[in-house]
């Protein structure tokens, strides 16, 4: 299954795209809310050995390592990034999924990176009020700040997911 355009809407609506510096040309690398470099819509930045390009101090590195200039490069990276999370999902759901349900997952996923709790709600086709309990519940903070950000998307992650 891939993500279908209103669920890419959904992740570009919450990821926005991302220009730390609006005094220069082009796209730039943005610090997220809890200190993650990110580029285009929400692309976590990572180093040489595969961490998360981090704080202040590290914003020479996050330029240096930017790839994500214009909009269309930022869309080429979402494509990209997408099938990462849809394997993700693939392979973490183990019961039929329909569209909505796949892109709210698909969008969840490539936020926090998912969730085995939720993951095993879902295969075992728990109660739908503590799946939506968790959406509504789960990852809306950071670095212990609840987030209106996060508590919408969230919110609009679980509409999708129980709609026909």
Do not use: C
């Amino acid at each position: 299954m891939k993500t279908s355009q209103r669920g890419i809407n959904l992740i570009k609506e919450f990821e926005s795209l991302h220009d730390g510096d609006l005094k220069q040309a082009g796209l730039q690398p943005k610090m997220d809310p809890i200190g993650i470099w990110t580029e285009g819509y929400g692309r976590a930045m990572r180093d040489d050995k595969g961490n998360f390009i981090r704080g202040a101090a590290n914003k020479g590195l996050a330029i240096k390592r930017a790839s994500v200039y214009t909009e269309k490069d930022a869309e080429n990276a979402l494509r990209q990034d997408l099938e990462v999370y849809e394997k993700i999902v693939a392979q973490k759901v183990k019961i039929p999924l329909t569209q909505n349900q796949f892109d709210a997952l698909v969008s969840y996923t490539y936020n926090t990176g998912g969730s085995d709790t939720l993951w095993n709600l879902i295969n075992r086709r728990a109660d739908p009020a503590k799946i939506k309990n968790w959406f509504l519940t789960k990852y809306i903070t950071a670095g212990g700040v609840k987030l209106k950000g996060l508590i919408r998307r969230r919110k609009a992650e679980a509409d999708l997911y129980f709609e026909n």
